[in-house]
């Protein structure tokens, strides 16, 4: 059915021009319908836009939550690793400190011991390099856990450095064995008996009978018994091919296979065996070379026993 159409009559009052404006019903009413319902088609598209910017902000909160959740988590651990760090190193300050003198000792040691003493990966060895880029909270977080554990790792050699570094320490002969005297050094002498060339391999210390007779360094008993010439010999090995013996006792206070500590009392002072007198014989030997045990004293001149 063709459209209505109307006539709009349009007359000026002073001119009496008359204007006349045709419209069909159907475009009209569709003019009007588009210039009201724009707007509100407008506003229904802000609506959904805002509702699913809302609804992206909360998914966008909620990953953060997870990730600040994450980060929290990864933070505690590293700082866990911190402490621990802190702790070891402190173990490490407590356990490097050793004596000077008794250092000296060390550094004196033929270098056949130290290497058997200090053998494996050393902690000299320079870290790996690591430098990935910091581009994300996550590669930042990643590289500081890979650092940290390889401090750690790097703390674990020198811990065990250190430890390795300790056991040579307790296990160099670096004490006087007895109180007494120096009556005759290591090297070329005459005889006491027979007045010929010899040469002595320890050093005599005089003393009277029954004084005591010290461990020199931490080791075990590997002999206590008489042993011709040595007389009443206690023979005590300290690992990595260091042995040390005392002659000539008038008694034991070990027993064979005993574990010693520096400083335990083995036997007492006597003249068994080959002696003009009363003293203890004091040998040195490493991997069965003999010492001169002077160069390992912590001081030559007194006896570490007082």
Known sequence: MPSKRYTIVVAERGTGVVR????????ALSAVLMVVGLPMLIGMGAAWKAKADVAHLFV???TLELENANYRAATEALAGQIMALQTT?????????????LQNSMDRLPSVVKNRAMG????????????????SPENTFGLLKDLLQGLESRLLLVRSDVDKRNLLAAATPSIWPTHGWLSSGMGNRSDPLTGEKDFHPGLDISADKGDPVYATADGKVTNASPAGNY?????IDHGYGLETRYGHLSAFKITLGQDVKRGDLLGLVGSTGRTTGSHLHYEVRANGRILNPLQLLLNPRRSAAN
């Open 20 to 27: 006349r404006f045709t419209i069909s019903l159907r475009p």
């Open 60 to 62: 966008a909160a909620s």
């Open 89 to 101: 190193m402190s173990d490490l300050g407590a356990q490097a400190a050793l004596d000077p003198s």
């Open 120 to 135: 494996g990966p050393s902690a000299g060895a320079a870290l790996t390099s690591m430098t990935p880029g910091l581009t």
């Open 231 to 235: 007389g009443n010999l206690v023979t």
